[in-house]
């Protein structure tokens, strides 16, 4: 008794509209106490109004009242503090606006334990008391507390509804089934659950088994990740380790190059040098050869220069003469280097599009295989503009907007924020999702086929601007019957059957973005898998000859 005393001192010292212990109590001329801070935020909401009222009895004022705390009434709360009883049991805890209030409390209700679908009415614990004491009221069916009691009664006949009628698929009561709904196909609401249960159980069953196959999908998936991953590693260090032996064999070949070239260097030199000494050699015994004729020439006594002469005049046998041919002796080497070099440079270039990752393509077995013959591609095939806001006014635009042609001239094109203007391109009127095919027809010297973002850069001094050179579009050049793939700016050599005529598949959804070349057989020759996180727009771009030109096929 005691503690349901001190639970009532806690509903009397409540504030009824934060549902708290009184803060600065107040207390109203009706009687009605309050926080002063709940019941000044409640008037002010009312400022429009001609009149102030109470939340609880609705006493309205006048004027608005001067409000004071009420000392006693705080002193109280306080003391109710100080019993450390903050909040109410939970089976005695009231009804919030989310909560399912208990249909009999009066006054402020509390949350409901039960529903009763017999008597169709919410009870707290006190009011269920009943159906667990009375034999008759036990026989009651209780359910979780419930909003939707009312949902039960006929709205017509106001009765419970304890019959379904197959025929209109509804809930109805008895005087339903002997009224309107006389003749039709009816069995008691139990009998239906009890069929309609089946076919839940059947349906659960179904997305058990749906669940089981798609974390057994899940699991393949992540364990293609694992083996993604351990074949990236093993692939990058089994890479490294052929390119280190490549860069030793490179390194050792270049020390043996410039072995050789040291050593007959030296050969060389030292045989030069030794040819050298030879003819300094012979520069002094001429120097001191001639020192001695001016010696005898200045002989007056003319017997002693007659004796002195036959000696003297004699000459040494001449070094042969030395003839340099200018020529640069380790020409032969460079050239043989140069040779090696051009050769591991084609070997780089052509055979590099043979080093490809292995893309996996992964698709939901609900979603529609990507097409592989050009019948295939045509069902998706999309009519496409190009818009002429967008155009580099060198472009001129024809056949409906399908065609652009590289003019010497430029065109009369007014000013548009979207206007390419620093290189030779244009983008579609249209935006791609979902599955799009389109043809590109091009004749002259060359052209840029595109799927390009709309936020692409369009300044000119900005190669972002550039099709294929940021991450905003991925370009294909065609140009002399070669084809050249370019996004973010990196440029990769694609091998594939020379044609005038190139065609795009897209597919949004699963990121997928495909290059062909199109002639009496489709051969692909650059497939993306991305993720695509914008709409997507078909571009061209001209940019090598006045006279050239691409043009969207009509493919319909």
Known sequence: MAQKGVQLDRETFSCSICLDLLKDPVALSCGHNYCMKCINSHWDAEDQK???????????????????????????????????????????????????????????????????LTCLVSYCEKHLQPHYDAALLSKHKLVEPSKKLQENICSQHDEVMKIYCRTDQKSICYLCSVDQHKGHDTVTAAAERTEKQKELEVSRQNIQQRIQDREKDVKLLQQEVQNINLSADKTVEDSEKMFTELIRLMQKRSSEVKRQVRSQQETEV????????????????????????????????????????PSLSALSPSTSSIQIRPRRRFDHVTAAVSRVRDKLQDVLRDKWTDVSLTEVDVLLSDSPAEPTTRAEFLKYSCEITLDPNTAFTLLLLSEGNRKATYMSNHQSYPSHPDRFTGYRQVLSRESLTGRCYWEVEWRGGGVYVAASYKNISRGAGSYDSVFGYSDKSWSLECYNNEYTFRYKNIQTPVSGPGSSRVGVYLDHRAGILSFYSVSETMTLLRRVQTTFTQPLYAGLGLGYKVGDTAEFCKLK
């Open 50 to 116: 001609p009149v102030y009222s109470c939340p609880q009895c609705r006493k309205n004022f006048r004027t608005r009242p001067k409000l004071e705390k009420n000392t006693m009434l705080a002193d109280l709360v306080e003391q109710l503090k100080k019993t450390g009883l903050q909040a109410a049991p939970a089976d005695l805890c009231y009804a919030g606006p989310g909560d399912v209030a208990c249909d009999v409390c009066t006054g402020r209700k509390l949350k409901a334990l039960k529903s009763c």
């Open 270 to 309: 030292s045989r030069v040098k030794e040819v050298e000494e030879k003819l300094q050699q012979e520069i002094r015994e001429l120097k001191r050869k001639d020192a001695e004729l001016k010696k005898l020439s200045n002989t007056e006594d003319h017997n002693q220069f007659l004796h002195s002469y």
